[in-house]
């Protein structure tokens, strides 16, 4: 004996198909018509006993695909596609950003080296002269205010 579990062929409730070792499909599914084989098995069984369906819980988290179309390629189908084309755009990009430094690289070696705004060269301006403090001994400028007594005329004497 080899060890491995002897498994009967199991027999698809909705559609008959027997089920071959060679079969791609997931263990639950039928690979004929994509029925769960429990499914198929509740359904029938209601039938003969002339009863509605009980529905099957579903796990948590189970996406529900009503389209088989959707149901064989999946949502992994959607995420390769969507990261195909983000690739695409990255390829795009960099392709673009080579293509902008080679053309300034080309510019520079017939113009010269483009130089930062911040060095380029300003309006010529003549510097102002820095304002030197006057000693306090020098006497003050007109425009100074002077003492009280200074400012007023002498008075001529009453007579």
Known sequence: MSGEPVTEPVTCAK???????????PEWQCPA???AYVKAAAAAAAAAAGV???????????????????QRSGP?????LLLGLLGVVAVFHHY????AAEAERAAAAVIGPARPTAQRA????APQPAVQPQPASA??????PQSASAQQPAVPPRQ
């Open 33 to 35: 018509c994509g029925v």
């Open 52 to 70: 509605a369906p009980t529905p099957v819980p579903r796990p948590a988290g189970a996406v529900v695909v009503e389209d088989e179309e959707e």
């Open 15 to 25: 559609c008959g198909h027997t089920r071959a070792e060679s079969d791609q499909a």
């Open 96 to 99: 673009q950003s080579e293509r």
């Open 76 to 80: 992994g189908l959607r995420v390769w």
């Open 139 to 144: 006497p003050q400028s007109a425009s100074a």
């Open 122 to 125: 300003a309006p010529a301006v």
